[in-house]
């Protein structure tokens, strides 16, 4: 059984950065893939990045490209989310979640969640 937890949201002026972190606890956090999903409010929930176990791969949606980069510290059983330029439309509750199978960009791929960490972007 692994605990998230995630951290780092805020309110922040379109342009600025955060950095999202998502702390685990209680298993081996280096086996798992891992992922940032994003629910806005009247939104279903949506993939927005993942990285493999060990780092090597990593996965994003096409609003993320450029602007958020997903990175992991398996020694720190943390996950991280460095979202800059960001813009109104990325505010949102963002999770972070762990898989053992399936595709990185699938909710159902994933076996445990966070509680989420509010972003929102103010113009």
């Known amino acids: 059984q692994v605990q998230l937890v995630e951290s780092g949201g805020g309110l922040v002026q379109a342009g600025g950065s955060l950095r999202l972190s998502c702390a685990a606890s209680?298993?081996?956090?280096?086996?798992?893939?891992m992922g940032w999903f994003r629910q806005a409010p009247g939104k279903e929930r949506e993939f927005v990045s993942a990285?493999?176990?060990?780092?090597?791969?990593?996965y994003y949606k096409d609003f993320a490209k450029g602007r958020f980069t997903i990175s992991r510290d398996n020694a720190k059983n943390t996950l991280y989310l460095q979202m800059n330029s960001l813009k109104p439309e990325d505010s949102a509750v963002y999770y972070c979640?762990?898989?053992?199978?399936?595709?990185?960009?699938?909710?159902?791929?994933?076996?445990?969640w966070g509680q989420g960490t509010q972003v929102t972007v103010s113009s």
């Open positions: 979640a762990a898989t053992q199978y399936g595709t990185y960009s699938a909710q159902t791929s994933y076996d445990y």
């Open positions: 209680g298993g081996s956090f280096g086996i798992y893939g």
């Open positions: 990285i493999t176990w060990n780092g090597g791969g990593t």
